[in-house]
């Protein structure tokens, strides 16, 4: 349906119409733009435009500017506003949209999650390799040994992931201070190597 069909007629008399408009030119910029245009034009002498009400109210003079040219006449504008004005406002709208967006991909809980999702990709990636691995090993078809060391593995992995900026930042540079947490490495890799090997 035109936009042009959407200007309903509601009121009319000799030098005064009044029109139902579309919510559309009820938005401040349009609504500016579509008055501007119609003050324009001779014989048209004032302009109201009410947002809330949705109505458009036009005086002019008869004698300069009849009922036919002036519905011509605003057609022909309301057209024009809509391939310019509208198609801005819809531009707009669509960079706010992608603002917003990026605004919230930079939150941080929005970045916690990425991150958990990259951590759980990883794992998984890591899981699938193991697998391969494992089932590679004549010794780990046997089911409940190759569940052993697949869960072996992955406990090894995860605390590895979760302590490594530690590692990295505080327990290399001060051994003695975190000897207690390099014992438990000590401890977890002579587990997971004696594991590996038949009683």
Request: overall charge positive.
């Amino acid at each position: 349906m035109a936009i042009q069909k959407q200007f309903v007629l509601r009121y009319r008399e000799e030098g005064h119409i009044r029109f139902q408009i579309p919510v559309q030119f009820c938005e401040s910029v349009t609504a500016k733009a579509l008055t501007e245009a119609l003050l324009k034009l001779d014989g048209i002498y004032r302009v109201n435009l009410y947002p809330s009400q949705k109505k458009l109210s036009i005086r002019y003079q008869e004698t300069v500017c009849d009922f036919k040219t002036l519905c011509v006449l605003l057609f022909q504008i309301i057209a024009d506003l809509e391939k310019r004005v509208l198609h801005e406002n819809k531009v707009i709208a669509v960079t706010k949209l992608s603002s917003i967006k990026a605004k919230v991909k930079n939150l941080s809980i929005s970045k916690w999650f990425s991150q958990r999702y990259d951590d759980a990709r990883e794992t998984l990636q890591a899981a699938k390799i193991l697998t391969n691995v494992g089932l590679k090993n004549k010794k780990a078809l046997v089911p409940e040994k190759a569940l052993i060391d697949f869960f072996n593995d992955m406990l090894a992995l995860f605390l590895i992931k979760l302590h490594w900026e530690h590692i990295t930042k505080y327990w290399i540079p001060n051994p003695i201070k975190y000897r207690y947490e390099w014992l438990a490495v000590s401890y977890m890799v002579f587990l997971l190597m004696r594991s590996r090997h038949p009683k």
